[in-house]
Antibody, heavy 120, light 108 residues
Framework: EVQLVESGGGLVQPGGSLRLSCAAS????????MSWVRQAPGKGLEWVADVKQDGTEKDYVDSVKGRFTISRDNAKNSLYLQMNSLRAEDTAVYYC?????????????WGQGTLVTVSS | EIVLTQSPGTLSLSPGERATLSCRASQRVSSDYVAWYQHKPGQAHRLLIY???TRATGIPDKFSGSGSATDFTLTISRLEPEDFAVYYCQQYGSSPRTFGQGTKVEVK
């Protein structure tokens, strides 16, 4: 059974940093693209970032470029999102999601999310 | 960026009724690359439809997707208690991939 379990969310002040983790199991993690998707309170879903199987290709939504870094550790079956210079508008539930072997288009598997609140 | 607008925001229906959810794109979605998801509180998002009309693995045939270009529809033929949830459309025809704001299907 595919499982994606996020952790690391919490309350952080504006300008602060936070690192999210996603523990993957039930599939061959190293053979899939992985993504982060978020949902702000009362808003729709927003794709945040993608990373290729070997970490050599990454892509970000414009609003987080230069502030967020997606990475992965295939030996640990884990996905990460380092979030720096956090803003109030980054407040959201962050979901880890599995892409395809050839890229990310839609997502079949999602985690249940971890809440990030940016507030003073 | 393609903006997806879902309507209605909330759909109040009774079990056994048919649900019709709309997703309209601000510009043509390449190759009709539209997906639909179901989300219930405390659960992971569930992929229902991709490619506008192809059911994902294990999705019952009460769920159907249709449409092309800028107008897409998710239909639930006969609502069952487990179908009351929030539904999102998503386009993956162009970058960045974008989502609609969701339609909540609630019990009338």
């Amino acid at each position: 059974e595919v499982q994606l379990v996020e952790s690391g969310g919490g309350l952080v002040q504006p300008g602060g940093s936070l690192r999210l983790s996603c523990a993957a199991s039930g599939f061959s993690f190293s053979t899939y693209w992985m993504s982060w998707v978020r949902q702000a309170p009362g808003k729709g879903l927003e794709w945040v970032a993608d990373v290729k199987q070997d970490g050599t290709e990454k892509d970000y939504v414009d609003s987080v470029k230069g502030r967020f870094t997606i990475s992965r550790d295939n030996a640990k079956n884990s996905l990460y999102l380092q979030m720096n210079s956090l803003r109030a508008e980054d407040t959201a539930v962050y979901y880890c999601a599995r892409g395809a072997s050839s890229g990310t288009y839609f997502w079949v598997y999602w985690g249940q999310g971890t809440l990030v609140t940016v507030s003073s | 960026e393609i903006v997806l607008t879902q309507s209605p925001g909330t759909l109040s229906l009774s079990p056994g009724e048919r649900a019709t959810l709309s997703c309209r794109a601000s510009q043509r979605v390449s190759s009709d690359y539209v997906a639909w998801y179901q989300h219930k509180p405390g659960q992971a998002h569930r992929l229902l439809i991709y490619g506008a009309s192809t059911r994902a693995t294990g999705i019952p045939d009460k769920f159907s997707g249709s449409g092309s270009a800028t107008d897409f529809t998710l239909t639930i033929s006969r609502l069952e208690p487990e179908d009351f949830a929030v539904y999102y459309c998503q386009q993956y025809g162009s970058s960045p991939r974008t989502f609609g704001q969701g339609t909540k299907v609630e019990v009338k």
